[in-house]
């Protein structure tokens, strides 16, 4: 069951960044997302609140509302409709491999001589509209584009600095990562395939990334709660990273091994520095349990506040949840730039 909720803008506490005051529409915070748990409403815990009553306290606060949230993982929220998979978006990649796409930001950091080592490709002539967003040709070694390790050849780049490429020509898109270069950085919305993989729910067995020294593979690792002899634990995959792109590796995995070597009493810390020190190939042998949830609980999630005023207007949120007390308030969707979104 979903309800919806409303429009504006989010101003996150905690340290999360907050909007200029001068700007009416400020840069996302990134502070919501849908599948984020909503733990209290104003100082109100929804532990035993029903999907009704988390409506009413919602839709009873007038100016300003403070929502405590914890966060879900990158990789385990729920995809939006556009990168919602199923068979009809589904489609087969360049190696004859099923995949489906995703969207993803990423921000890099240049400066104006050497820029972001990134070179864009698409249509014939650089002055006619684009009639699709212009393709990933070409990543510098050794680059900022390919040392955040969430960029590949081939990637789709929808927006730079929010605007997006399709309305323009290849010849502005080039020109708008030039602009960025002299401001030393860039925000770039990137669609991209990921593997359309059978993965068992439970098991052990091996996934082997390709790896460059200095581009990281994007998964984090915990030691919490980590007794002598257990495995480390995936806590998250960063979205765009190669793991996430195998559509196999998920949070709460348990990593057994690298290339071999046994990690059963190895220390977090020389676990990570070998994943980085890993070239070409690294092999990574992997354990899924029935049911990670019990595993994602010890990793050290933390929740925080996020403050919304809405201006008179409606919040932008969509939650989801049962009418038993003790089932989790859900965001499941957020309206597009609406109020919580932006």
């Known amino acids: 069951m979903e309800v919806c909720i409303g429009e504006r803008w989010p101003r996150a506490l905690s340290g999360l960044a907050q909007p200029p005051a001068s700007l009416p529409c400020p840069a996302r915070s990134g502070a919501l997302h849908s599948g984020d748990h909503i733990l209290s409403i104003d ?28 966060p879900v993982p990158q990789s385990q929220r729920p995809l939006r409709p556009s990168e919602a998979v199923s068979l009809a978006s589904s489609t087969v990649g360049p190696g004859g491999q099923i995949v489906h796409t995703e969207t993803t930001e990423v921000v890099l950091c240049g400066d104006p001589l050497s820029g972001f080592g990134l070179q864009l490709q698409g ?10 967003p212009p393709l990933v040709c070409f990543i510098e070694p050794d680059s900022p584009a390919e040392r955040c390790g969430l960029l590949q050849v081939g990637d789709r780049v929808l927006s730079i600095n929010g605007i997006a490429t399709e309305d323009g020509t290849m010849e502005e898109a080039n020109q708008l990562l030039r602009d960025a270069a002299l401001a030393h950085k860039v925000m770039l919305e990137v669609e991209f395939d990921v593997a359309e993989s059978v993965i068992p729910s439970s098991g052990t067995f091996h996934v082997k990334l390709p790896k460059k020294r200095g ?9 919490a709660s980590r007794k002598r002899g257990e495995p ?3 806590s998250d995959i960063k979205k765009g990273s190669v793991a996430h ?24 810390e020389d676990a990570v520095q070998i994943l980085r020190q890993c070239e070409d190939l690294v092999k990574l042998k992997i354990r899924k349990d029935e049911d990670n949830s019990d595993e994602l609980e010890t990793t050290g999630a933390v929740s925080y506040t996020v403050e919304l005023k809405r201006y ?7 939650i989801s949840g049962t009418e038993e007390p003790f089932d989790p308030i859900v965001i499941s969707g957020l ?3 609406g109020l919580a979104e932006r």
């Open 335 to 337: 309206t597009k730039r």
């Open 245 to 268: 792109r195998t559509g196999t590796l998920e949070p709460g995995d348990k990593l057994l091994a690298i290339d071999n070597i046994r990690l059963d009493n190895c220390p977090m």
């Open 215 to 223: 581009v990281e593979l994007g998964i984090t690792i915990s030691s």
């Open 43 to 70: 100082g109100t815990s929804t532990e035993h609140c029903s999907l009704l009553e988390a409506t009413k306290l919602l839709a009873s606060v007038s100016e300003k509302v403070r929502l405590e949230i914890l």
């Open 312 to 318: 008179g207007g409606p919040l932008g949120i969509t």
């Open 232 to 234: 480390l634990i995936i």
């Open 123 to 132: 249509g014939i002539f650089a002055t006619e509209t684009l009639s699709s």
